[in-house]
């Protein structure tokens, strides 16, 4: 009877001890430089077609910056506001549009402009694989956020193909 308590013990523990190993160790998607910087590209030259200049930054699932792309007489602003774009995007898995919008029309919601490093304007977009978030990209220097979204939209959607 005691031997059999040992092993049901031995057993539970080593169970136990599995299940714990086997949490330690995550597979995530990530987005690549090359492909970072086929979206920063894709970006810079739908917003530079439509007669904007910008800077569109990709940044991988973790906000940190992959790529960056910008365009002749964008303003210096850009870098950094695409930057932060991407990083709030990214951060919260959400368009930076969205979050503006929420943030306006919901008081809870009004202190996301208080996070160190978010930006609460329109450019900012998510890179996904399916549903899993990988990165995202923004972009700064369109006349208005909705403009600046648009292109982060249409850069992603040229290499849609990759998004697999």
């Known amino acids: 009877m005691q031997n059999r308590l040992a092993t049901i013990a031995a057993l539970t ?3 136990i001890a599995t299940a714990a190993s086997a949490e330690g160790v995550r597979t995530e998607k990530n987005i690549s430089l090359g492909l970072a910087t086929q979206i920063a590209a894709q970006t810079v030259a739908t917003c530079s077609a439509n007669g904007y200049n910008v800077t569109a930054t990709v940044v991988d699932r973790a906000g ?18 695409s930057r932060l774009k991407a990083y709030t ?28 490093g978010y930006l609460l304007l329109g450019g900012g977009v998510p890179v996904k694989v399916g549903n899993e978030v ?12 909705h403009l600046d979204e ?7 959607a040229k290499v849609q193909d990759l998004l697999k």
């Open 134 to 145: 990988i990165g995202a990209v923004g972009v700064g220097g369109a006349p208005g956020g």
């Open 64 to 81: 940190t910056v992959r790529a960056v792309h910008r365009a002749d007489n964008a303003g210096p602003h850009t870098l950094e506001a």
């Open 13 to 15: 523990l080593s169970l």
């Open 150 to 156: 648009q292109c982060a939209v249409a850069g992603i």
């Open 89 to 116: 995007s990214a951060s919260a898995k959400n368009t930076t549009l969205a979050m503006m919008e929420g943030a306006q029309k919901n008081p809870a919601a009004a202190n996301l402009v208080n996070i160190p």
